[in-house]
């Protein structure tokens, strides 16, 4: 690894003015779990993505690493590690698909280090992006090599160009529960619904989300769910210890004596964004959950287009979003 110089940022507004100076060659890092012990040591570089020289610290700043309900609402700053966020009573009680999906994130370790904002700006895990030799397209190359080459992990919807899976569990849950998140830069700070935060391939290859270079996560919030609301949250992995989802699925739903009101069901693991299954969601509406769940489930068949080596997991996201939402039904 290359030396770099760090900063310890003691406000947001300090951090935001670091990475002005500094240019794109400088980050934000929290607890490094992904920066500096995979980007970074892995040497992940190319044209699109410069290899940072300075690092500014978050986990300096005291207004950033906190939990609080505030009218009702769930608050939680970036910098807070993941395993307080697992742990939290206040997110167990009133947010429990956040919980649980803040508590598979890897290992205890790692949620004692990673934060919620680091979770849900991580880089991709795409093995030929991490691997030195392929200057793929997110790299600023010209070439996906997950179309050719191993692309058993890869995206089975809205892939074009690149076919990444976006890593984060808690944006799955996130995007369920209609969160949103406050991003201060040098004009100030202004609040994003995660439903405009994710970018994916189509729209910019070299991101996965809106963040601008010089711009800071500083907070999530979720608000109250309505009375009564169902939540699931399910995470299929290849190994048992700890591990990226092959398809995860969250779900926050309104149902009245079996009928489905309203409600959210999102995947992960199967596009480059968090992904919405709106067409499950409009087929379940007004509906009784337990005779429609199957065949709704089944419509997303028709969104898939598999690569070479991972049609299997076509069934998987069916499979496990009936589940995830019959699990709702029994919360
Ligand atoms: C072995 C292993 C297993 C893992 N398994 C999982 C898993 O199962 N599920 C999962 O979701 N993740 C997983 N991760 C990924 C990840 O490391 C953790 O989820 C962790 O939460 C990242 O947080 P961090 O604070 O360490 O991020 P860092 O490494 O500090 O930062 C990651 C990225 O986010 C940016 N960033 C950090 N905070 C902010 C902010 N406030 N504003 C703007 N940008 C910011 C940084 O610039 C950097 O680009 C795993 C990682 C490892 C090493
Ligand atoms: S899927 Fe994306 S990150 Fe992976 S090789 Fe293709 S372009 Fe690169």
């Given at each position: 690894m290359k030396s770099f110089e760090l900063y310890d940022a003691t406000t947001v507004e300090e951090a935001v003015g670091l990475l002005d100076q500094h240019g794109p060659t400088s980050k934000v890092v929290a607890g490094g779990t992904d920066l500096v012990t995979g980007i970074m040591k892995d040497w992940v570089q190319g044209p699109g993505m410069p290899y940072p020289d300075v690092l500014i610290d978050l986990t300096t700043i005291s207004e950033i690493n906190r939990i609080a309900v505030e009218d009702g609402a769930l608050r939680i700053g970036a910098a807070t590690p993941l395993a307080d966020i697992a742990e939290s009573a206040e997110v167990q009680a009133g947010w429990p698909v956040l919980s649980s999906a803040a508590h598979s994130v890897a290992s205890p370790l790692i949620r004692n280090f990673g934060t919620l904002g680091g979770n849900l700006n991580q880089r991709p895990r795409c093995w030929f992006l991490r691997g030195e030799h392929f200057p793929c397209y997110k790299k600023g190359g010209d070439f996906c090599f997950a179309v050719t080459g191993n692309n058993r992990m890869h995206a089975i919807i809205g892939?074009?160009?690149?076919?990444?899976?976006?890593?984060?569990?808690?944006?799955?849950?996130?995007?369920?529960?209609?969160?949103?998140?406050?991003?201060?830069?040098?004009?100030?700070?202004?609040?994003?619904?995660?439903?405009?935060?994710?970018?994916?391939?189509?729209?910019?290859?070299?991101?996965?989300?809106?963040?601008?270079?010089?711009?800071?996560?500083?907070?999530?919030?979720?608000?109250?769910?309505?009375?009564?609301?169902?939540?699931?949250?399910?995470?299929?992995?290849?190994?048992?210890?700890?591990?990226?989802?092959?398809?995860?699925?969250?779900?926050?739903?309104?149902?009245?004596?079996?009928?489905?009101?309203?409600?959210?069901?999102?995947?992960?693991?199967?596009?480059?964004?968090?992904w919405r299954a709106t067409m499950v969601e409009q087929a379940l509406a007004g509906k009784d959950v337990q005779s429609a769940v199957r065949s709704a489930s089944a419509l997303i068949r028709n969104e898939a287009r598999p690569l070479s080596l991972n049609a299997y997991k076509v069934d998987i996201a069916i499979g496990l979003t009936e589940r995830a939402v019959l699990q709702a039904m029994a919360a």
């Open positions: 892939g074009e160009l690149c076919y990444i899976v976006h890593p984060s569990d808690t944006a799955v849950a996130l995007l369920a529960l209609g969160a949103a998140t406050t991003i201060a830069g040098p004009a100030g700070r202004r609040e994003v619904a995660f439903d405009e935060y994710f970018v994916g391939p189509r729209e910019d290859v070299l991101r996965e989300n809106i963040l601008q270079h010089n711009e800071v996560m500083v907070d999530v919030k979720v608000p109250q769910p309505a009375a009564g609301a169902r939540m699931a949250w399910i995470k299929l992995k290849d190994r048992q210890v700890y591990d990226f989802a092959l398809t995860s699925v969250a779900v926050v739903a309104s149902v009245e004596n079996g009928v489905w009101q309203d409600g959210r069901i999102v995947l992960g693991g199967v596009a480059p964004t968090p």
